[in-house]
C-alpha cells in the first residue's frame, strides 16, 4: 500500500513564459518545482511532468494508462485543453487514477466535471497572509504538518466555494482580508480519489515551501489507487434462489 | 419554510405508450400517478407535468422559473434529452431548484453532470422483493415511514452504484437475489438540493404504493429551496484592512 | 412538517446573577433574550424557559416529554449539571429530541456525550471582529442569511475544534486575529439532531443580533423531530424463507 | 507512511473457554486467530494479544502506549471491562491510536462512548447467508477485495443500526433473512481513526475466512496514526495584529 506510485505532474506552463515576473520565480515552470520535491520520495517510483502545449498536452494514452497520480494546475488555458484529454482524465480517475488538482486548477475542466457543479468562488490578488489550519488532525494528508500553515503572501480564494461537500474536509484557510476557504478537499469518485489543495499561485515562490510541498505528497499517497477489481455492472441475470440459509 | 412549493413532474412518457403492458399499469403515466398524489398535499401550492415529446420537453424558461422542485423519470430515451434543457436543469439547480430523480433516471443526462461519475449499477429484471431499510431515522425523508418499506415485486439495483458518497444516505435496499444498494441518497449541489429514489419501474404499480409515494412527497419538500441570495463570486478586491478588533 | 415545535430554552443562568458587567447585557438572563425571538415565529407552538438552580434544573420528566427541541447556553458550572439530568437529556436525543447547543456550551456534558470526543478548541478573550461564512448554501439552517454574518466585538474560538467531522457545515468562521472555526455543525445523532451554533458570548451583546437568532430560530426548525416510530432494534428470530420472488 | 505498526489483538476470551462449540471452533481463542493473519503482514513489526482476564485486561499503560492500533472482540463480559480501561483507551483514541471494532464489539464500553449513540441493532442467530458488497471501491480498506465477500453462515446484524454516520462507508451486507446493515464503517475521533467491521461470531469459523482477515488488516493500515503533534488548544492570548498584508 502507498508503494510504487508513478506520478505526472501537469502544468499548463504558460504564465511562466509569458510574464517576466513569473519566469523569474519559476524559470523552468512551476512543475519543475513540484517535480523536483516529488522525485525520489518514498512510495514513488516514476516521475513524469506533461505540459499543454505538448502533443495530446502531454497525455497520450501511454502517459495516462502508466499514471497513478495525476497533479494538475491550469489558470489562463482552461479551455484550449482538449474534450478529448478531458475526456480520458476522467475516464481513468473513473478507473482508480487519483486526481491532485492545485490551485487555479478549480476551474479546470476535468475537475469541473468530476464535481458537478460550478466551483467558482471569490478571489483577490493583494498579497495577503493565509493561514491554512487543520481541520482533521488524524488525516494522513495532515502527516508531518503543525496546527497550521502560514503562507506570508497570496492570492485570496475566499467561500462560497461551488464544489460538493467535500468527503474529507482537511484543511481550512483563514485570510488576512476576511474571508474563509475550504482549502484542502477530499472526494472519491469512482474508483478514483481527487484532493483539492488551494495553494500556489504562480507570483508567489509557493511551490519552493516545505509544507505546501509535503502536502502535495501526501496528497499523491492518499490519491494512489488500490489494487482491486473495478466493480461489475450491468445486467446481472438470472435470479438465483440464494435461499435463507 | 416547506411552503408554497411549486412542483414539476417530468415524465419520458414513452413506454406506456408503446408498451401495452405499461400502459396497463399507467394508462394516464407514471408522471400522473405521481401527480396526483402531491397534488393538494400540505406545502405544494402548484402542480405540473411535463414530458419528453412536448416543446422544449415541456421544460420551457417559464416553467422552469416556475419550478421549486423537479421530479424526473426517464429511461429508454435518456440521450434524446437536448442539450439546452440538460444545461437549463443543472443551472437551475445551482440556482437552488430541487431535483428529485426517480429509478432509471439514475442515467438521465441531468443527474449524471450532476454527479460526475458514470451512475452505473448491477440490474436484473426478475420481479423479486425489495425492503428499503430506513438507515438515518431521524432525517425528514423518513417521516412517516416505518422501519423498512416492502416492494412485493420489482427490478433489482445493486451495488457498486456510481455516485459520490451521499451527504445524507436515508434508505438501503435489500434484494432477495442478494444484493443491496443505496436507494435514497441526498446530494447538496451549488444552492440547489438533490434526492435520488430508487422505486419505481414501469411494468410494476409501485407508484400507487402509498409508502413509495410519501417518500417522494418527503423528498420533495426536503429538497425545496430556501429564500436566501445567491452567494457573491469573483473579484472582491480592494483589501479592506479589518484591523484586530 | 417544522409545525407545532415546543421549544425549551435553557440558561445556565450565572454569570448574569454574579458578574455586573453580564446583568447590564442580559438583565433577565440571556435565555429571555432567546426566547423572546423565538415566542411566536411561525412553527413555534410552545415556548418555556429553564435554568440550572430551578429543581431539576428546570429539566422534570415532565417538561423534556413536553419538549421538541432544546437549546443550551452554559459555561462556568458545566459540572454542577447532574448525571441524572445529563442521561435524560441524552436519552431524548436518542428518542428525536432536538438539541440547539450553543457558544461555551461545546463543553457541556450532554454534549461531550453526544460527541464521544473531547470537544476542546482554542480561545481568546480579546473583543476581537468575527465572520460566519456560509458554507452550504442551499441549507435551511442559512435561510434568511446573507454571505456571511458579522458580529463586531466577540470570544475568538478557533480549530482545532475536537468534535466528529459535522454531518452537514454550515458555516465557517474568521477571526480577526487569524483563525477560523467550524461555527455551524450539523449532526444526526440516534433519532435526534443536533445543532451547534458558535456565537453568544456572555458579555458581548450578540444575542440581540437578528441574524444571529435567526440562526437559531433555523436550527431549531432543522432539528425538530420527524413523526416516525423509533427504530425496532433486539432479537428477530426465527428466520423466515423470503424466497427469491 | 503505513510502517512500523505495533498491533495489540484484545480478546474478551471468555465464550471459548466456557462453551465447548467455540472452544471447538477456536482452541486458542479468536485473538489468536487474527493474530496470526496479522503477525508478519507488511508494514506490522509487533503483535500482541491481550484478553480480558489478565490484570489491567492486558492493557498496561505499557502496552497502550506502544500500541499503534488496538483491535477489540467482545460480547458476554462488556460490563466487566473497568472503567479505567475504558478511559485509557478512549484517552489513546484521542491521542492518535488506531481502533478496529470487531462483530459484538458494537456494545463494548470504548466503542459506545467513542460513538456517542446506543449503539443498538437488530440481530438473529439462525446460520443464515451473508454478503458483504463494496460500497466505496477506491478506498484503502477494500484493497485486495472483490465486488463482495460472502459468509456462508453467520449470525444477523439488522439496521437501524444505532451508530452516527460513518465519514467513510465502505461495506453494507446483505441478509438471506431480508436485512441489510453497514458494516464496514470508518469514523475519525480526536486524531484516532475507528473502523468497525461487523463479522466474526464466536461459534462459526470466520476468523479463518482469507478475505475477512484481509480486511482487518487493510483496516489496521487505514487507523494508523499519523506522525503529527496533537492539536494545541486552550488560551491563545494575546490577540496579534497581523495585519491585511
Known amino acids: 500500500m502507498c508503494e510504487n506510485i508513478k506520478v505526472t505532474v501537469w ?3 504558460r504564465h511562466e513564459k509569458s510574464d517576466e515576473r513569473v519566469g523569474k520565480v ?12 516529488l522525485d525520489g520520495q518514498p512510495g514513488i517510483v516514476k516521475l513524469r511532468t506533461a505540459t499543454l502545449d505538448e502533443p495530446a498536452h502531454g497525455l497520450t494514452d501511454e502517459v495516462l494508462a502508466d499514471t497513478d497520480v495525476l497533479t494538475w494546475w491550469g489558470h489562463m488555458a482552461h479551455h484550449e485543453v482538449s474534450d478529448q484529454v478531458v475526456e480520458k482524465v476522467h475516464a481513468r ?3 482508480g487514477m487519483g486526481l491532485v488538482v492545485l490551485h487555479s486548477g478549480h476551474m479546470s475542466r476535468p475537475f469541473v466535471k468530476l464535481m458537478g457543479t460550478g466551483c467558482g468562488l471569490r478571489w483577490r490578488e493583494a498579497a495577503e497572509k493565509e493561514r491554512l489550519w487543520v481541520v482533521s488532525p488524524g488525516h494522513p494528508i495532515a502527516e508531518g504538518i503543525g496546527d497550521y ?3 506570508p503572501h497570496t492570492e485570496m480564494y ?3 466555494f461551488d464544489i460538493p461537500a467535500p468527503d474529507e474536509l482537511v484543511l481550512v484557510s483563514w485570510f488576512a ?3 474563509v476557504f475550504r482549502s484542502g478537499c477530499c472526494f472519491y469518485r469512482g474508483m478514483g480519489k481527487i484532493f483539492y489543495f488551494r495553494p500556489g499561485h504562480e507570483t508567489f515562490p509557493i511551490y519552493y515551501q516545505e509544507e505546501v510541498l509535503r502536502v502535495i505528497y501526501n496528497g499523491v499517497q492518499w490519491a494512489a489507487p488500490v489494487a482491486r477489481p ?4 450491468g445486467n446481472t441475470e438470472p435470479l438465483e434462489d440464494l435461499g435463507a440459509k
Chains 1, 2, 3, 4 share one sequence.
Open 177 to 179: 482580508g476576511g474571508e
Open 26 to 37: 519559476y524559470p523552468k515552470g512551476m512543475h519543475r518545482a513540484i517535480a523536483d520535491y
Open 11 to 13: 502544468n499548463e506552463y
Open 230 to 233: 473495478r466493480p461489475v455492472s
Open 158 to 160: 475566499g467561500e462560497h
Open 93 to 95: 480517475v473513473m478507473e
Open 149 to 151: 500553515i502560514e503562507i
